[in-house]
């Protein structure tokens, strides 16, 4: 069974940082497609960043220059570092992973729903 475990998240004030982490156990395949999604009442999840097996990473334009995304393969863990933080980044942000979308490309362009495997969501609120 896939599992994918978010920590991290919580408050932070304008313009200072916050990492979230999404540990992934059972995962076997030898290619992934890996992205963040951010998601705010009302509206659908957005993908802000994805990275491939290749280490191939991709931005939303609303955060490009800000966060960085990244993978440790030795402990099968994905990064989120969101810095100089806005207060429009509050959301609730969601890992997930798919073996398939390495193929198809893997881009913050795949919509949510082609994505497999998902984390349990965070919260990350940023004060003005």
């Known amino acids: 069974e896939v599992r994918l475990i978010q920590c991290g998240g919580g408050s932070a004030p304008r313009g200072e940082s916050v990492r979230l982490s999404c540990a992934v156990t059972?995962?076997?395949?030898?290619?992934?497609?890996m992205a963040w999604f951010r998601q705010v009442p009302g509206k659908g999840r957005e993908a802000v960043a994805t990275?491939?097996?290749?280490?191939?990473?991709d931005f939303s334009d609303s955060v490009k220059g800000r966060f960085t995304i990244s993978q440790d393969k030795g402990d099968n863990t994905l990064y989120l570092e969101m810095n100089n933080l806005k207060a429009e980044d509050t959301a609730t942000y969601y890992c997930?992973?798919?073996?398939?979308?390495?193929?198809?490309?893997?881009?913050?362009?795949?919509?949510?729903?082609?994505?497999?495997?998902w984390g349990q969501g965070t919260q990350v609120n940023v004060s003005s």
């Open positions: 997930s992973a798919d073996h398939d979308l390495y193929y198809r490309p893997c881009w913050v362009g795949a919509p949510d729903y082609e994505y497999k495997f």
């Open positions: 059972g995962y076997s395949y030898s290619k992934s497609c």
């Open positions: 990275v491939d097996s290749d280490g191939i990473a």
